[in-house]
């Protein structure tokens, strides 16, 4: 029973943790979008020549 309740815990929190870095990534996105005047530049970047801090939250979120 507790083993079965792990597994629905700890699946849970894998799929709170892509959507947290989704949430990362486009914040921010949008907000280098809104500074830059353009999402031109940041489209380049995708999907793997972003930063790399950036790339590690685009990736968790792009399964």
């Given at each position: 029973?507790f083993?079965?309740?792990?597994?629905a815990?700890?699946?849970?929190?894998k799929?709170l943790?892509?959507?947290?870095s989704?949430?990362?990534?486009k914040?921010?996105?949008?907000?280098?979008?809104?500074?830059?005047?353009?999402?031109?530049?940041l489209?380049?970047?995708?999907?793997?020549?972003?930063?790399?801090?950036?790339?590690?939250?685009?990736?968790?979120?792009?399964?």
């Amino acid at each position: 029973m507790f083993e079965a309740r792990k597994e629905a815990v700890e699946a849970e929190i894998k799929s709170l943790q892509e959507t947290l870095s989704l949430l990362e990534f486009k914040c921010w996105y949008y907000s280098k979008a809104m500074e830059d005047g353009t999402e031109e530049y940041l489209q380049a970047m995708l999907p793997d020549k972003l930063p790399s801090d950036i790339q590690k939250l685009y990736d968790a979120s792009h399964k």
